[in-house]
Each structure stands twice: as structure tokens, then as C-alpha cells.
């Protein structure tokens, strides 16, 4: 099994080149309320909550930091969609933080120049915003050369060898984001690529390897045991 950093172009190659197209989203701050939404997942449940606020006039950063709680609750559950205070509460701290952030975070900035890592710090910083979630936004939506390590990453990175399962968030999320060289392109593959493999084989009950496009990468004795 070759090392994460020889192994990427096998991976990217497996997992199909080119990420499916993401959904259309009309700003910014659409995306980033999508993402948190969905907990750092290109999830669909992320976009339905995005488009219920926005049908409500809710997906503004004013409007929605500073509508009332029961209104946001309620334009969620006309939507058919059970939302909790306690996350719709985030959403609305991650619209305060928009706000208070609004120019830098709708400036275009070079990719890779180094302002996204700051955001990333920033939103990580708001309460609530796992690091996950908050990488997820900054590679997802504003290009920053980082790696959300979700549950799969984790699972598909420790079975195959390439990290430890001792090895702690940001050490895997620096792997990552060394072996593809800090290309946000790339990490947003990897990342998109290895949710739905965590979806679909591989699973926290255990790996479908047979049907797995990764099975060219795996170790020479099979899938390494999670624990
Ligand atoms: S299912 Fe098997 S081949 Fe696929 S990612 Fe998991 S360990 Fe690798």
C-alpha cells in the first residue's frame, strides 16, 4: 500500500476525477448556512433548510441573525423540517458572525493566499461550530486549503493504514491537506468523495471493500480494524 501522498492520484482517479456539480447557490452565505446546517456535509438536508429560510425571507445575514427564535422554528417546520432551538440557534450566531465579517468574507481573494485559514479560525471560534464543520465551510466556500475530517474520512484513513487511531483531528486533517500539496480542488474531491464512500461502503458497522473504488489503495492484508 503506497503512502497517502503517492497514493492521491490512485484516489482522485477512484473517486472519479471531477466532483459532481454542487448545488446552485446564489452567495456565499447561502453555502456556508447550508454546510453548517448539514453539519459540515454536502447533504441535501443542509439545501432544504437553505431554501426554507430563504422562502421565508430568512437567508440574509440581518434577518436571520436578528429574527426571533420561534420564527425561525416556524418557518423551518412549514417547511417540514424539525429543526431544534439549539441548532437553529447556531445558524443565527453564524449569521451574527457574517454579518460582523460580511466585506472581508465577499471579498475574492486568490485561493490558497492565506485569508481563509484566518475565516476558518474565526468561524471555529463561534460557539456551537465544531472544527469540522467550520473546515468544511472554508474549503467547501471559500476555497481555503484545509481538510474537514468527518466520521468517514477518519473511518477510510484509519483502515487503510494511513493514520493511527490514535491520531488526533488536526493531525489527520494536516495529513490530508500535505498529501494533496494544500490543492483546495483536490481536498474538496477527496472530501465530497469520501462522505459518500463512508455512506455507501464504507460504514462505522464495518467495510464493503469488494464494491468499493478504494479497494485499489487497501493494504496488502485487507482493511485495517477500526477498533
Ligand atoms: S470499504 Fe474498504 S476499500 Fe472502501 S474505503 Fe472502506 S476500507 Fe477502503
Same mark, same amino acid.
Not at 446564489?26 to 426554507?52: M, P, Q, T, Y
Not at 447556531?90 to 468574507?105: E, F, K, T, V
Given at each position: 500500500m &503506497?503512502p497517502?501522498? =503517492? @497514493?492521491?492520484p @490512485?484516489?482522485?482517479?477512484? $473517486? /472519479? /476525477?471531477? &466532483? !459532481?456539480a454542487?448545488p446552485?447557490?446564489?452567495?456565499? %452565505?447561502?453555502?456556508?448556512?447550508?454546510f453548517?446546517a448539514?453539519?459540515?456535509?454536502a447533504s441535501?438536508?443542509?439545501?432544504?433548510?437553505?431554501a426554507a429560510?430563504?422562502?421565508a425571507?430568512?437567508l440574509?445575514?440581518?434577518?436571520l441573525?436578528?429574527?426571533?427564535?420561534?420564527?425561525v422554528v416556524?418557518?423551518l #417546520?412549514?417547511a417540514?423540517?424539525?429543526?431544534?432551538p439549539? +441548532?437553529?440557534r447556531?445558524l443565527? #450566531?453564524i449569521a451574527?458572525?457574517?454579518?460582523a465579517?460580511r466585506?472581508?468574507?465577499?471579498?475574492e481573494?486568490? @485561493?490558497?493566499?492565506g485569508?481563509?485559514a !484566518?475565516?476558518? *479560525?474565526e $468561524? +471555529?471560534?463561534?460557539?456551537?461550530v /465544531? #472544527?469540522s464543520?467550520? *473546515?468544511?465551510?472554508?474549503?467547501?466556500? %471559500?476555497?481555503? !486549503?484545509?481538510?474537514?475530517?468527518?466520521? @468517514?474520512?477518519y473511518?477510510?484513513?484509519?483502515?487503510h493504514?494511513w493514520?493511527?487511531?490514535t491520531?488526533?483531528?488536526?493531525e489527520?486533517?494536516?495529513l490530508l491537506?500535505?498529501?494533496?500539496e494544500?490543492?483546495?480542488?483536490?481536498? +474538496?474531491?477527496?472530501?465530497?468523495g469520501f462522505?459518500d464512500?463512508g455512506?455507501? %461502503?464504507?460504514k462505522?458497522? /464495518?467495510?464493503r471493500? =469488494?464494491p468499493?473504488?478504494?479497494?485499489?489503495v487497501l493494504?496488502?492484508?485487507?482493511p485495517?480494524?477500526?477498533?
Amino acid at each position: 500500500m &503506497p503512502p497517502l501522498n =503517492e @497514493a492521491i492520484p @490512485a484516489i482522485v482517479r477512484a $473517486l /472519479g /476525477g471531477r &466532483p !459532481a456539480a454542487p448545488p446552485e447557490r446564489d452567495s456565499r %452565505f447561502e453555502a456556508a448556512i447550508a454546510f453548517a446546517a448539514s453539519g459540515g456535509l454536502a447533504s441535501g438536508r443542509g439545501d432544504r433548510i437553505a431554501a426554507a429560510l430563504d422562502g421565508a425571507g430568512l437567508l440574509e445575514p440581518d434577518a436571520l441573525a436578528d429574527a426571533p427564535l420561534e420564527e425561525v422554528v416556524d418557518a423551518l #417546520r412549514d417547511a417540514r423540517i424539525e429543526a431544534n432551538p439549539k +441548532a437553529v440557534r447556531l445558524l443565527q #450566531r453564524i449569521a451574527a458572525w457574517y454579518r460582523a465579517h460580511r466585506d472581508d468574507l465577499e471579498a475574492e481573494i486568490p @485561493a490558497g493566499s492565506g485569508p481563509e485559514a !484566518a475565516r476558518r *479560525d474565526e $468561524l +471555529a471560534a463561534v460557539n456551537g461550530v /465544531g #472544527r469540522s464543520t467550520a *473546515d468544511a465551510v472554508a474549503l467547501h466556500v %471559500f476555497g481555503a !486549503a484545509t481538510y474537514p475530517v468527518d466520521r @468517514a474520512s477518519y473511518r477510510i484513513l484509519v483502515r487503510h493504514g494511513w493514520i493511527d487511531p490514535t491520531v488526533d483531528y488536526d493531525e489527520a486533517s494536516h495529513l490530508l491537506t500535505s498529501a494533496a500539496e494544500s490543492d483546495p480542488a483536490i481536498l +474538496a474531491r477527496i472530501s465530497d468523495g469520501f462522505a459518500d464512500l463512508g455512506r455507501r %461502503f464504507c460504514k462505522p458497522s /464495518g467495510p464493503r471493500c =469488494e464494491p468499493c473504488p478504494l479497494r485499489i489503495v487497501l493494504p496488502d492484508g485487507g482493511p485495517v480494524d477500526v477498533g
